[in-house]
């Protein structure tokens, strides 16, 4: 089949990007979001986030007519749904996976969807969700069929293709990396490997949707697995005056050894969340994995408690002064290095909680972030300004600015092992 008219619904870090490199292809590509800001942003030739080469690319689509952005979803040959799957606000132990906008995508695209077309979800979802979509779908056209009714022959292809890019590198992995296909049939699986084939060099491996859905949420909770592993060794050497950064790097001297680096947490869209999705569907299953989550989770409180003794010590080495007196500079804010994203991060959890106890002076450095204003009392400042007014350094975020710079003079609480 052809598809001469794509739309994407959901123009965030993953959203963006596949438009854009669908439309670098001489695709037609509608771009939707519910966010005018951002789709007025595009419909410049602009773009709302930091991702590099994204936005020559996005530039250069809308200058040459094959990409806008709209507010409203329009008929398309193929619709890939890339919204937020995050977790239900509830007083439950384990977090509810919210499918809200999964369901509020399916119904603004189901008025406009034709016999023969496509429908992708790319967001991150608990097992099952790809289903739950064609069955949102089902109840707005009754006069289509779907897969779960039809089969082979349903009017309407249903599948799931999960991202799996590395912010700071999504264009160059979006065209390199494999793709997992997982359509609910055969005919589903083909017409989405057709599409995505008009731009991914990468092979495109065909399974089941649900295995689809699982193999994302696989990925990214053995990396949490494995973090969380480092993090912890982190607190055990901290106990035993080991310097982990240097354990680590002997021990992975051996060959089948290769333990990951330390960090104050973990946060993003994606390992600090995935996990979940498969304790929250069988919690009496996911012993290690949900473990994990709790090491990770609990990482952030482990620093903020090494700032408190730095107060403390501070205060010891200069008793006339008071903690009033104390200037803290957090040093990154995003929830990895180079980038902007600050879903879910841990750095910016510590330092809004680090202003929440400090009497004193709070400083926060971001290079990536030009200006922001939702930190509580902390004063958003440069790099330069914070090394020389703060008393007390603690690295969050191994941006490049901060590798390249010489350790600042005071105390210095390094969560990244880079000072």
């Not at 439309?23 to 007025?40: Q, Y």
């Not at 494995?226 to 060959?255: G, M, T, Y």
């Not at 609990?298 to 009033?324: G, M």
């Amino acid at each position: 089949m052809s598809f001469e008219t794509i739309s994407v619904i959901g123009l965030g870090y993953i959203g963006l990007p596949t438009a854009a490199m669908f439309a670098s292809r001489k695709k037609k590509v509608i771009g939707v979001d519910v966010n005018k800001h951002a789709v007025d942003t595009i419909n410049r030739g602009e773009i709302h986030i930091v991702e590099p080469e994204l936005d020559i690319i996005v530039h250069a689509a809308v200058t040459e007519g094959y990409l806008k952005a709209t507010t409203t979803p329009e008929p398309a040959d193929a619709f890939l749904i890339a919204v937020p799957t995050p977790f239900k606000n509830n007083d439950s132990e384990l977090p509810e996976p919210d499918l809200t906008y999964i369901e509020s995508a399916s119904k603004a695209i189901a008025p406009v969807l034709k016999k023969g077309d496509l429908v992708i979800l790319e967001s991150t979802s608990p097992v099952g969700a790809t289903e739950q979509m064609s069955e949102w779908l089902a109840e707005a056209r009754t006069d289509l069929t779907f897969p779960q009714q039809s089969g082979e022959n349903s009017d309407i292809r249903i599948a799931h293709c999960p991202e799996r890019v590395l912010p700071g590198h999504v264009v160059r992995e979006l065209v390199e990396n494999d793709r997992v296909i997982g359509g609910m049939t055969r005919k589903c699986s083909d017409a989405s490997i057709e599409l995505y084939k008009s731009f991914v060099k990468g092979e495109c491996v065909t399974t089941n949707a649900r295995t689809a859905e699982m193999a994302k949420l696989t990925e990214n909770s053995c990396r949490d697995v494995q973090i969380a592993f480092a993090n912890e060794l982190s607190v055990i050497c901290d106990k035993l005056n080991i310097d982990v950064w240097e354990l680590i790097s002997l021990a992975n001297r051996h060959p089948r050894i290769n333990i990951l680096q330390p960090g104050p947490g973990v946060g993003g869209h994606c390992i600090a969340v995935d996990p979940w999705f498969i304790v929250s569907k069988t919690p009496e299953l996911s012993q290690l994995i949900h473990t994990a989550r709790i090491v990770n989770d609990n990482k952030p409180e482990w620093v903020i408690n090494k700032v408190k003794l730095a107060v403390a010590d501070f205060l010891l080495k200069y008793p006339v002064k008071t903690a009033k007196d104390v200037t803290i500079a957090c040093y990154g804010l995003s929830f990895k290095a180079n980038i902007d994203d600050l879903r879910e991060s841990p750095a910016l959890n510590i330092t809004n909680e680090i202003a929440s106890l400090h009497s004193g002076k709070v400083l926060a450095v971001e290079p990536n972030i030009e200006s922001f204003d939702a930190l509580n009392s902390v004063e958003f400042t440069s790099f330069s300004s914070a090394k020389e007014a703060a008393d007390i350094h603690v690295l969050l975020v191994e941006h490049k600015e901060f590798q390249e710079s010489d350790v600042p003079k005071g105390i210095v609480i390094d969560t990244k092992g880079i000072w």
